[in-house]
């Protein structure tokens, strides 16, 4: 079988051809360091504005009167940006190349938070949230294209994590910064925080991106044909379903933390960074993982996450217990999303950039999934910890649909790995 036939053909290929090809000599000039820098600095500025938001949405809600149910709207249009605008934007975008790509969507990303920083009324920020949002999924599979390209072939889940890992640290460090400062200078403030972050990450990526041809994008029926394949579906509610259970815990750590292990509102900052860390670390190991144990990472992520959040739902009013399953809960489930990535442009050889897309969308949906499963809990009375049987039921269903379908798949018919 040629190359060329390998890049176009349906179903599952070697981890090799994961990704748009790399010249066989790196091109002159690359450097890896800095490329790899400016793209996680892209991510730390996108996950910043987004979960600073949630940090601000009292403060908004007040200064445009909105209630707050009204207001949560202008979070839920970012995730609707993530998940319908940036796989539009990218099957638009389709033939550009990824550094002309990821410079026009910093562009948008600016704009997008400039208008937010001075929306009158709450329609119009619920407006530009969305087209905000819809930068992010775009990014993320447009980075992990050049992240793979700086890394070369057999190193996908790395690349992806390295794009990823922007996005821990935004949760470690950015959404509390976001917060402070919105709550010292005003909710606007935060955004031209943001828009500052933003400027420094396009004049890094204007300075450090790859120019060459090695990275122009594909036809768009290219990425047409890629969504006609089931098991690129069959991926994405995998992923939807099974890392649902990381928001049925993260949304709801302020009333883990205050009502069941009555603790002082003082330490959910704390709890908060711990599980930042835990998604840190296991992004950094899953990363790894990905490019050298198949399917195993996923597998075992999905698992030992629902070990741990038996020991929350059984033993979470303990705080000694609470703290290190929260670590392990981000930890996880982080350690299985670069291994969805890879086995989604696996299916997908041809429309990279797509996948990371339909990645962070599902993402995104699984943050709506958790946060309805939990409440859905809370309001059945079931009691605080019950949130996380909702993640368990979600994740389980994930783990077996791919068990059943997409695993199996891939034992029949993934040819041997050729050599990296």
């Not at 800095?34 to 200064?63: H, R, V, W, Y």
């Not at 402070?180 to 890094?204: D, E, K, M, N, P």
């Not at 290219?222 to 939807?240: D, I, Q, S, T």
């Not at 649902?244 to 750590?253: D, G, H, L, P, R």
């Amino acid at each position: 079988m040629t190359a060329s036939e390998r890049t176009t053909r349906p179903g599952p290929v070697s981890r090799t051809t994961a990704y748009e090809p790399r010249p066989a000599a790196a091109a002159p000039g690359l450097r890896k360091g800095p490329t790899l820098f400016a793209l996680a600095l892209g991510t730390f500025a996108i996950g910043t504005g987004e979960f600073g938001s949630n940090g601000i949405i009292q403060l908004f809600a007040a200064d445009l009167d909105a209630s707050i149910p009204v207001a949560t709207y202008a979070i839920s249009a970012y995730a609707f940006g993530v998940m319908i605008g940036s796989p539009a934007i990218t099957l638009l975008a389709a033939r550009a190349n990824r550094r002309t790509l990821l410079l026009g969507l910093i562009a948008l990303f600016l704009v997008g938070n400039v208008l937010s920083a001075v929306a009158p009324n709450i329609a119009t920020l619920v407006v530009f949230r969305f087209i905000t949002g819809s930068v992010q999924g775009a990014y993320f599979g447009a980075g992990a294209v050049v992240a793979a390209y700086v890394y070369g072939p057999g190193k996908g889940g790395r690349a992806f994590a390295t794009v990823m890992g922007g996005l821990t640290v935004a949760t470690v460090l950015g959404s509390p910064l976001g917060t402070l400062v919105g709550q010292h200078a005003g909710w606007r403030a935060t955004y031209w925080t943001v828009i500052g972050l933003g400027l420094l990450a396009g004049a890094a990526l204007l300075a450090w991106l790859p120019r060459t041809d090695d990275l122009r994008g594909g036809s768009v029926a290219h990425e047409l044909g890629a969504l006609r394949r089931l098991h690129v579906w069959l991926m994405v509610a995998v992923a939807a379903l099974g890392i649902s259970s990381i928001f049925a815990v993260y949304t709801f750590i302020g009333p883990f933390i205050t009502d069941a292990a009555r603790q002082s509102p003082s330490l959910i900052p704390v709890a908060l960074a711990v599980f930042g860390l835990g998604m840190a670390f296991g992004n950094y190991f899953g990363g790894q993982a990905a490019d050298r144990h198949g399917s195993r990472p996923l597998i075992y992520g999905f698992g030992y996450v629902l070990v741990l959040l038996v020991a929350i739902g059984l033993f979470g009013t303990e705080i000694l217990i609470l703290l290190p399953a929260l670590f392990g809960v981000g930890a996880t489930m982080m350690f299985a999303i670069p291994t969805i990535q890879v086995r989604l442009t696996e299916f997908a050889p041809e429309a990279p950039t797509l996948m990371g897309a339909l990645n962070l969308a599902a993402l995104n949906l699984a943050n709506s999934l958790g946060a309805i499963g939990g409440a859905v809990t809370l309001g059945a009375r079931w009691g605080t910890l019950s949130t996380v049987w909702a993640g368990f039921v979600l994740t389980t269903a994930g783990l077996i649909l791919y068990l059943t379908t997409v695993g199996r798949k891939r034992t029949a018919l993934t040819p041997t790995r050729s050599p990296a």
